[in-house]
């Protein structure tokens, strides 16, 4: 029987498949060698591969990233880690300034194959700083391609592309299903830009993305009257327009589910592209489930703020009986 991984094991795995192909892959960040990270992404890699290309570092976000620009410019793959995506705000200046314009700025002369992690996101009850979802601050960067896988298959695949990728990429980990599911590796070349159609439908199209998907599918469960297509994103940019277009071009209609803020969230994104392209298709306004403009609460109130499936099962109703 094959081996069934969490997410976090499947991280892992593709970390250390990465550098046993290429020597000039390292990775760097807070705890991440002698601890293996705070959530054991990178456990057992300093013990195979060395401090030289697992390397601890203090705790101080923008000299991580700024190190990995440095040896970027040298040739080498650096894999940063960001404790959590809301430790990367100290690293933004780094990230805008130089890692997403560097090769811009050289007109080519540089190279910026590099890849930040971050967990991000909500549901594990954590402190102020260790939920957000702020995707959108790196999608609107120009320079950064931006990742968020939902299955474990999907983080193994995704994770190597970006590894491979000649640009810079911003690789989110939804934290709360790190350990929620297991599930074999298909070890496929994933390319980014391209979404996944999980499953096909007729009445409505259901897109999302990260920590999301499982709750789309849990949705689209209890609607088994519903002719449902889910489409995870897996990559926000650049998001795979023509897939989205297509399918709501076939449907008629659409939800759009992310734990970000409302306001400039991707669904925002999605359905003004889906204004412009797929208007005379529309069968009912686009409708969109996703937080709340305010600051993520603290655990008490979470649950409250997070989409969840209720919320998720009554927009597709809405959309498909308007």
Same mark, same amino acid.
């Given at each position: 029987?094959?081996?069934?991984?969490?997410?976090?094991?499947?991280?892992?795995?593709?970390?250390?498949?990465?550098?046993?192909?290429?020597?000039?892959?390292?990775?760097?960040?807070?705890?991440?060698?002698?601890?293996?990270?705070?959530?054991? &992404?990178?456990? +057992?890699?300093?013990?195979?591969?060395?401090?030289? !290309?697992?390397?601890?570092?203090?705790?101080?976000? %923008?000299? @991580?990233?700024?190190?990995?620009?440095?040896?970027?410019?040298?040739?080498?793959?650096?894999?940063?880690?960001?404790?959590?995506?809301?430790?990367?705000?100290?690293?933004?200046?780094?990230?805008?300034?130089?890692?997403?314009?560097?090769?811009?700025?050289?007109?080519?002369?540089?190279?910026?194959?590099?890849?930040?992690?971050?967990?991000?996101?909500?549901?594990?009850?954590?402190?102020?700083?260790?939920?957000?979802?702020?995707?959108?601050?790196?999608?609107?960067?120009?320079?950064?391609?931006?990742?968020?896988?939902?299955?474990?298959?999907?983080?193994?695949?995704?994770?190597?592309?970006?590894?491979?990728?000649?640009?810079?990429?911003?690789?989110?980990?939804?934290?709360?299903?790190?350990?929620?599911?297991?599930?074999?590796?298909?070890?496929?070349? &994933?390319?980014? +830009?391209?979404?996944?159609?999980?499953?096909?439908? !007729?009445?409505?199209?259901?897109?999302?993305?990260? %920590?999301? @998907?499982?709750?789309?599918?849990?949705?689209?469960?209890?609607?088994?009257?519903?002719?449902?297509?889910?489409?995870?994103?897996?990559?926000?940019?650049?998001?795979?327009?023509?897939?989205?277009?297509?399918?709501?071009?076939?449907?008629?209609?659409?939800?759009?589910?992310?734990?970000?803020?409302?306001?400039?969230?991707?669904?925002?994104?999605?359905?003004?592209?889906?204004?412009?392209?797929?208007?005379?298709?529309?069968?009912?306004?686009?409708?969109?489930?996703?937080?709340?403009?305010?600051?993520?609460?603290?655990?008490?109130?979470?649950?409250?703020?997070?989409?969840?499936?209720?919320?998720?099962?009554?927009?597709?109703?809405?959309?498909?009986?308007?």
């Amino acid at each position: 029987m094959a081996e069934r991984y969490t997410l976090v094991q499947a991280v892992n795995q593709a970390l250390h498949d990465a550098m046993s192909k290429d020597s000039s892959t390292v990775v760097l960040g807070q705890d991440v060698g002698k601890c293996g990270g705070v959530f054991r &992404a990178t456990e +057992g890699l300093q013990e195979k591969f060395g401090e030289q !290309r697992v390397m601890d570092t203090p705790l101080a976000e %923008a000299a @991580i990233v700024g190190c990995s620009v440095g040896m970027a410019i040298k040739g080498l793959k650096p894999i940063a880690e960001m404790q959590f995506s809301g430790f990367s705000y100290q690293a933004f200046y780094q990230i805008e300034q130089h890692v997403a314009r560097y090769h811009n700025r050289t007109r080519g002369l540089y190279p910026m194959s590099m890849v930040i992690r971050m967990p991000y996101g909500g549901g594990v009850r954590a402190f102020e700083h260790h939920s957000e979802s702020r995707e959108t601050y790196f999608v609107h960067t120009p320079g950064l391609k931006v990742v968020i896988p939902s299955t474990p298959s999907d983080a193994y695949d995704l994770l190597i592309a970006s590894i491979a990728d000649p640009n810079p990429v911003i690789f989110m980990e939804p934290k709360r299903i790190y350990r929620s599911m297991k599930s074999e590796l298909d070890f496929s070349e &994933a390319k980014l +830009g391209e979404a996944k159609i999980l499953q096909a439908g !007729r009445q409505v199209t259901l897109i999302a993305y990260g %920590a999301m @998907i499982p709750l789309c599918q849990q949705a689209i469960e209890r609607l088994p009257q519903y002719s449902i297509e889910l489409i995870d994103l897996r990559t926000l940019s650049p998001w795979d327009e023509k897939t989205v277009v297509t399918s709501v071009q076939k449907t008629g209609r659409a939800v759009i589910v992310h734990e970000a803020p409302k306001t400039l969230g991707m669904a925002s994104e999605i359905i003004a592209s889906l204004n412009e392209k797929a208007f005379l298709y529309l069968q009912a306004p686009l409708k969109r489930v996703t937080g709340y403009d305010a600051i993520m609460p603290y655990y008490q109130r979470e649950n409250e703020y997070l989409p969840n499936v209720d919320k998720i099962v009554s927009a597709i109703e809405e959309t498909v009986e308007f």
